[in-house]
Structure formats: C-alpha cells, structure tokens
C-alpha cells in the first residue's frame, strides 16, 4: 500500500487548508485511514482518523470542532479539512492506514498503523 500526501503549505492563524492523502496498492489489505503530525522535537501524535470509509470517525481534543475527516466514495482518498488553524497546528502531517478494529483505531496510537506515507508540511503563523 503506498500513500501520498498533497495539499500542505503556510497560512496565517485563522485560515483553512486541505490535505488529502491518495491510498494505492493493495487497497483491499486497509479498512481504516488517520492523519497524524509530528512538530519539530515532539512525538509524533494522533490528529484524526476514519473507520470503514467513514462509518465512524475520531479526532484529538485539541482539534475537535476545528478539523474534519472524510473519504471519497471509492474509499481511496482521505482529506483532512482544517479550518480556524493555530500556530500549534504548525507541524509535518502524515497520512496512515491499517486494517484495524474500531476499537484500534480509536486509540489514535500510532504504533497500530501499518502503512505511513512521505506527509506533508503545514505551517500557520
């Protein structure tokens, strides 16, 4: 399973940007997608993640409200809707899939996820 991220850039707090992340390969050994970021000198960590081409999605507290997980109907593409963005929000943000229970994929661990893609960069100042 290979998967590329697009959409990063910079924009002032406030602002909105779109990520989306391209899921290809054996597609069929995935059932579940999540974005996580990781800033400079801090752990990698959860953003938000989406079960069954959206049967069920979760997000981290610190992004509730303000990010939306979603999946195109042939369950190939994840976006990432990120509006009113922080300077905190500045970070790599990478895209990841696995074939995990709901339960799993609840946790929002990183470690659960099998197939990680390049990410990309957002910055917001």
């Known amino acids: 399973v290979q998967l590329v991220e697009s959409g990063g850039g910079s924009v002032q707090a406030g602002g909105s940007l779109r990520l989306s992340c391209t899921r290809s390969g054996y597609t069929e050994s995935t059932n579940s997608m999540a974005w996580f970021r990781q800033a400079p000198g801090k752990e990698r960590e959860a953003v938000a993640a989406?079960?069954?081409?959206?049967?069920?999605?979760y997000y981290a507290d610190s992004v509730k409200g303000r990010f939306t997980i979603s999946q195109d109907n042939p369950g190939n593409t994840v976006y990432l809707e990120m509006n009113n963005l922080k300077p905190e929000d500045t970070a790599m943000y990478y895209c990841?899939?696995?074939?995990?229970?709901?339960?799993?994929?609840?946790?929002?661990?990183?470690?659960?996820?099998?197939?990680w893609g390049q990410g990309t960069q957002v910055t917001v100042s």
């Open positions: 989406i079960y069954s081409a959206g049967v069920t999605t």
């Open positions: 990841a899939a696995a074939f995990l229970l709901p339960s799993v994929v609840a946790r929002l661990t990183a470690s659960s996820w099998l197939y």
